[in-house]
């Protein structure tokens, strides 16, 4: 029978357990009702840090791949949104609050000459699919719901806190990281490249489906009745 692979939670439990500390698996239910002090250093320097605040056992929550992480998010949530870009249109285009200015993207300030051009900001881009800026995320696709870390917290009143996490999910974040600063640095840019991306897969699956169609051969319509013979 074959041996199952153990998780990187399994790991840092046995790990724990060698140390002498005592593994509690824990959820986040509230994180907004914790107050968390996050560790700066790596699983054996926690590991010190813990026993030096005389924890006798290190909280265990096993963290999994998510759907959502293969989409751009730029941390403002909607009602942030509406109070810096919600009233755009408040003087109709002829500004007497002094407000819209300074609510139009900086790129488009800075260059007139393109009167018709759209730019967009970073948070206009909320929700897109990184998987068009770095192709290479969606082998990671399938791993969605595989644990890919541990988070740690030591007991009591500091909550000190450390998240761990496997080595191909390390690489997954730097590929998020590395979309996620494109869209940042320049979101019109990236929006084209995202585009241009979704359209070359969709011409690539629109020619693969063409190819998968059989062809069906025309022929001409037999005739119903002979034709008469002529009488000698």
Known sequence: MAKTQKSISDEI????????????????????????????????????????????????????????????????????????????ECCNGDCKCGK???????????DDSDVDAVYFEPEDLDGLDLTLLKPQMAKYLDRVGEACGARLTVPGVDHLEVEIFADWYDDFAELVDEASEAIEIDPTDALKQAQAIFEAEEAELAKAEDKSVKKIAVHPPKSSSKKASKKK
């Open 100 to 110: 819209c200015e300074g609510k139009k993207s900086k790129k488009a300030k800075d």
């Open 13 to 88: 439990c046995d790990y724990l357990k060698k140390q002498k500390l005592s593994p509690i698996p824990v959820q986040t239910l509230n994180e907004d009702m914790e107050t968390t002090r996050y560790f700066g250093g790596d699983l054996k320097e926690f590991i010190a840090a813990a026993k030096t605040l005389g924890a006798k056992g290190i909280f265990v929550e096993t963290l999994y791949l998510e759907e959502d992480e293969f989409y751009y998010d730029s941390g403002m949530d909607d009602e942030e949104y509406m109070a810096l870009y919600g009233n755009e």
